[in-house]
């Protein structure tokens, strides 16, 4: 084997997989290069060609990686957990509870920086499969503690909105949120915002009622 061979060889395509959500993360899908990857990850693009087609085929690796960590993942973590009241207060408290740079699944970053190039086919569809899959999570979690389809498929769109625009203004304007121990307190505000103060359907309390 010649000393090219073993370069393409010393990467995995997860190696590359990774290293490319981490640009993504960073800088956005024009941070998903071929040639600036390469040099982060010592090497050459002949390592990369020799797992990849092109850089489309990067970044559908990096997105389905993505949807795996960021979603799959959490929601099964959170499902460990106990009664839908209990699983629900914990993932708001995860994602709303993410600062700028936060590195967890789950804090948005690549929400964030996939905005710019929604329109992009590939980021289009990855962006639409998290979207539903996460409603689909709320919406079930709001149902089991009482609220119909409908109404829970509501609850899930308003928590997940208000996710988004949190997530952008800590990332936007980080200095508007509060700062220490007031953070913690903000998280959980809204936490009780969300979600029911109890299980029942009819009296869930004014935060799920219409």
């Known amino acids: ?22 640009a993504l993360a960073r800088g956005g899908l024009a941070a998903v290069a071929v040639e600036p990857i390469a040099k982060v ?10 797992h990849f087609a092109d850089r489309n085929a990067l970044i559908s690796a990096a997105l389905v990686r ?14 460990r957990g106990g009664d839908a009241t209990a699983r629900l207060r914990e993932l708001l408290r995860l994602v709303f509870g993410a ?9 948005g970053s690549v929400e964030l920086a996939l905005q710019a190039s929604a329109a992009h086919p590939l980021v289009r569809a990855s962006l639409a499969r998290v979207t539903e899959r996460r409603l689909a999570y709320l919406t079930t979690l709001f149902t089991e503690l009482g609220l119909s389809p409908g109404r829970g498929r509501d609850r899930a769109l308003l928590a997940y909105s ?19 121990r007031a953070f913690t ?13 109890t299980g029942s359907g009819a009296g869930v309390g004014p935060a799920v009622s219409s």
């Open 162 to 180: 208000a996710f988004l625009g949190h997530a952008q203004l800590a990332h936007a304007t980080p200095e508007a949120l509060p700062q220490g």
């Open 185 to 197: 307190t903000h998280v959980r505000r809204i936490v009780d915002a969300l979600v029911p103060a």
């Open 41 to 50: 990850l010592g090497t050459t693009k002949g390592s990369f060609y020799w």
């Open 1 to 22: 084997m010649g000393m090219t061979d073993g370069k393409r060889n010393s990467l995995t395509a997860d190696d590359w997989t990774g290293a490319a959500l981490e």
């Open 99 to 107: 600062v700028p740079g936060d590195s967890r699944p789950g804090a």
């Open 66 to 79: 993505w949807e795996e960590q960021d979603t799959e993942l959490v929601i099964a973590a959170i499902d």
